[in-house]
Structure formats: C-alpha cells, structure tokens
Nanobody, 113 residues
Framework: QVQHVESGGGLVQAGGSLRLSCARS??????MGWFRQTPGNERELVAN????????HYTDAVKGRFTISRDNAKNYVYLQMNSLKPDDTAVYYC????????WGQGTQVTVST
C-alpha cells in the first residue's frame, strides 16, 4: 500500500526558508506533487514534477520562490521554499499527481510576520 510521510515543516519568519521532504513507500509514480491546505479551504496544488525531474510546474503564487525536486533512488520528493510569506502558512502534503493515493498527515508550515 502506498504511504506518504511528510517532514520538514516548522515556524519561520517571513523571508525565511524551509525544505520539506516526502518519503513515499509502496511504489513510484510518474508525476509527484506537493499540495497545501489551510483551514476551511480545499487542498491546492503547489508544484509537481515528472519522473525524470526535467518537467516541473508551479502555481503562480510560488513561482520563483519554491523549487520541487525528487530522488527516485530513495523515493523522496522535496520542496525547497525560499522567501516565505505569511500566505504560505498551511499544512503541506505530497501525493501522486493527480492525487490518487492515500494522503499522509502532512507537515505544518507557519510563516510569521
């Protein structure tokens, strides 16, 4: 069974950086994505990446600040987040893209002013 375990979140001041990690078990998938969710809102796609790592897509709100990458040998996906803003505060999740596998618990990112 596919499982995702996200880590790396925390509390950071605006302008700071965090690197999120996602460990996926149960098999690789061609496209992987990072998603985020705030209370009362639907989960939204932040970024996705293909298996080779040479095709990426970012939502407009994070372009130029976030970088998605993956290590297929380890079955990990990463999200480097720079120049963080309070609007980036959310719980971050990884999943296949489109999301077809069970969701993990996510990792909380809180950006203070």
């Amino acid at each position: 069974q596919v499982q995702h375990v996200e880590s790396g979140g925390g509390l950071v001041q605006a302008g700071g950086s965090l690197r999120l990690s996602c460990a996926r078990s149960g098999g690789a998938t061609y496209f992987m994505g990072w998603f985020r969710q705030t209370p009362g809102n639907e989960r939204e796609l932040v970024a996705n990446i293909n298996y080779m790592g040479d095709v990426t897509h970012y939502t407009d709100a994070v372009k130029g600040r976030f970088t998605i990458s993956r290590d297929n040998a380890k079955n990990y996906v990463y999200l480097q987040m720079n120049s963080l803003k309070p609007d980036d505060t959310a719980v971050y999740y990884c999943n296949s893209f489109p999301p077809e596998d069970p969701w993990g618990q996510g990792t909380q990112v809180t950006v203070s002013t």
